[in-house]
């Protein structure tokens, strides 16, 4: 059974539900998932984990939440990654969702294996949260 950490920070919602349905899409599909808000994570987490999904939204001029997750993120630079399968996710007021990109480069550098990205724009739609349990169903392949 694949070990699946799913780790955000949300603070209007929308990126949680997101997290809620990677996490119900990778069980469903027979993981053992951990969710967690990225205060309460560790790099253990990360560590311990098959494969991950990552969380924020768009702040700072198309920047990742920058008092917990970015210093979380940063940590994850000296971690021996060995192509882990990641899946990126958030959501975004007015940038359209570039921040995403900017995240990915920065996480292919660390060694990552992105397998997906969702970026939504404010409120995930249903069809948005269909896609969100789809990239959880990929993590525990």
Known sequence: MKKIAVIYWSNGGNVE???ESIAKGAREAGAEVSIKMVQDAKVQDIIEADAIALGSPSLDNNKIEQDYM???VKELKLLPSHNKALVLFGSYGWD?????ENWSELMIDYGFNIVGK???KEAPTENEVEEAKSLGKTLAK
């Open 17 to 19: 539900i997101l997290a």
């Open 96 to 100: 359209e969702g570039k921040f995403l």
């Open 118 to 120: 969702l970026a939504v």
């Open 70 to 72: 970015a210093p979380f």
